[in-house]
């Protein structure tokens, strides 16, 4: 039986002149650049020209001084290779690997290919074992660009699409910088459901001659306002980022071992022990080397494609999260940066790259690494509009009015990160639940906000986690036999996995079933209102700006309007603890 091809594939559909803007996102399959087999196999031929010099080191000293090579080695294969007079069979052998080698990376490189439709972004790849990735645009939880610093010399960069799930991420590697650049802005436009690019009017970055253009790649900024159109941007002092890495739970770590060490040989007179500190020293000084390059240049900006996140110093590294991506927010504080105010923000996202391509597993999670309550201000309004908004202003607001939806609840967040008890509209633990939380009862606690609930927790590790309702997955309530006696219980706001874990024990039993019940159906009228799959389509439809900037309810959900003791959905259900839930509650 022949095999016979299938039909083309249908040409992308159109959404105004955003399916159709550039070359690359044409429907058409595209290579990669044609430097990316050196790239990617050029590895292998330095560590065998690596070997053949280091062979050729006597020899070649040999030639330029005579007698300076040194004792010669009676089992150096150069000089057998010399002394037997096969040196072109041995050249011609080499020139054949060389080229079998070019061959199997030119043929790699040619049957990697990708294409961008109005849907999908697909990569085929593989000679003998073929392999296809299918990466849908409205499921898109981000696109990162890397640029190592060897590509980054040749003007390449990596390109990497995240998606849901484990090993699930579509790479293209590698990419002209400019070509990166440009497909992940058309990428995120054809996702966002926009009517039309705004690029297609750009005049575009003029030359200076290719020699300035790569000097000009390499040094400039990680985040440029003028390419991105950024609204806002916060950035990392330095020296702050410096001392939050001394003052932080690896430093104290490491001093106490060194105590430790010293009391040691101290006691025991056995010096010895401090040749372990040698491994010790080295290993520290390169975890903080590795996390201050990385963390250089840190920026977080907002633009109309969503949150950009930018770092690193050699190799860069810049991911720009769609709207609603976000699944999980927490606002948290080490005890030894409470002196100085500082505190940092970490993120849950439904993406786990368990493929290896990428390890930048500091932008899954971390958007301020440190900074001040001001910065967690900034950073909060750039992220929480498209986490709320929705839920706030309606699915057909503007940005703007997305904006002004989500000031009640950055202000909450803003006014809540240091107080106790029920200030701030939170129902807190009583006071029976000091036997288990003998520091934080008084501050662990919850209240919702319009479109989130809020969980403050701890009192010496101070932090706050925000979950939006669109993205909560389920809701759980735990109770053991010692929560049991003391009329307590746990709840779990369950997010996909993260860093940032949203549960709230110790809370009265009847609050927590109520927190329960509440979450569960604002959790499912938010999600119905939710638009943030495609972000960019309200500002199409018609009269879009003519709604109320900021509506009293919105699906069905009334907004919180201010500090309260109680949720306000429902009433406290009567009963103990294994009484059935209230009338409308979720089951």
Known sequence: MTFRPGPPP????????????????????????????????????????????????????????????GPQDDGDPVRYVYEHGVVGWVLLGVAVVLLVLLGLFTLSWRMHEFRVTGEIVEVRSGVVFRTNRKAR?????????????VPRIFGTAKLEIAQAGNDANVQLAYLGVRAADDLRQRIL??????????????????????????????????????????TRIVKVHPGRLIASMLLSGTTVFILLAVAAMIVSVAVTDEYGILFGLFPAVVGAGGYYVRKFSRSLQYTIAETRDGIRIGFGLVSTSNETLPPGRIHAVSVAQPLLWRPFGWWDVRINRA?????????????????????????VREV???ILPGL????????????????????????????????????????????????????????????FVAGAVLLRLGAVWRSLVIVPLPR??????????????????????????????????ALDARHAQQLWSDVATRAVEAAAADTSHRWREREARPGSGAHAAVPQTAGGVTTDRGPQAAPSTGTVPPGPWGDVPPPGAAR
């Open 10 to 69: 249908p040409a992308p559909p159109r959404r105004g002149n955003a399916a159709a803007a550039a070359p690359l996102t044409d429907g058409e399959w595209h290579r990669m650049h044609p430097l990316t087999p050196l790239l990617k196999g050029g590895i292998f031929l330095i560590v065998i020209l690596g070997y053949v010099l280091n062979s050729l080191r006597d020899q070649l000293v040999e030639l330029f001084i005579p007698g300076g090579g």
């Open 137 to 149: 645009l409205d499921r898109i939880q981000g696109i990162n660009i890397s640029r190592p610093l």
């Open 189 to 230: 436009v054809l996702a966002s459901g926009a009517k039309e690019d705004e690029r297609q009017h750009d005049p575009g970055r003029a030359s200076h001659g290719v020699l300035q253009d790569r000097v000009d790649e390499i040094f400039s900024p990680e985040l440029d306002p003028a390419a991105v159109r950024a």
């Open 351 to 375: 993406t786990n790259a368990g493929n290896g391509a990428s390890n930048n597993q500091q932008v899954s999670s971390i958007v301020l690494p440190v900074g001040t309550a001001a910065d």
């Open 380 to 382: 909060l309004d750039i």
């Open 388 to 447: 709320v908004g929705t839920a706030v202003a309606g699915p057909s607001a503007s940005r703007e009015q997305l904006r002004e939806g989500s000031s009640e609840a950055v202000d909450v967040v803003d006014d809540s990160l240091t107080t106790s008890g029920d200030r701030g509209g939170f129902v807190h633990s009583p006071g029976r639940a000091a036997w288990l939380r003998p520091l934080s009862f008084r501050r662990n606690g919850y209240r």
């Open 472 to 505: 909560v997955q389920s809701v759980k309530v735990s109770q053991g036999p010692v929560e049991r006696a003391l009329r307590l219980a746990s709840v779990h706001v369950q997010t996909v996995q993260g860093p940032v874990t949203p549960r709230v024990g």
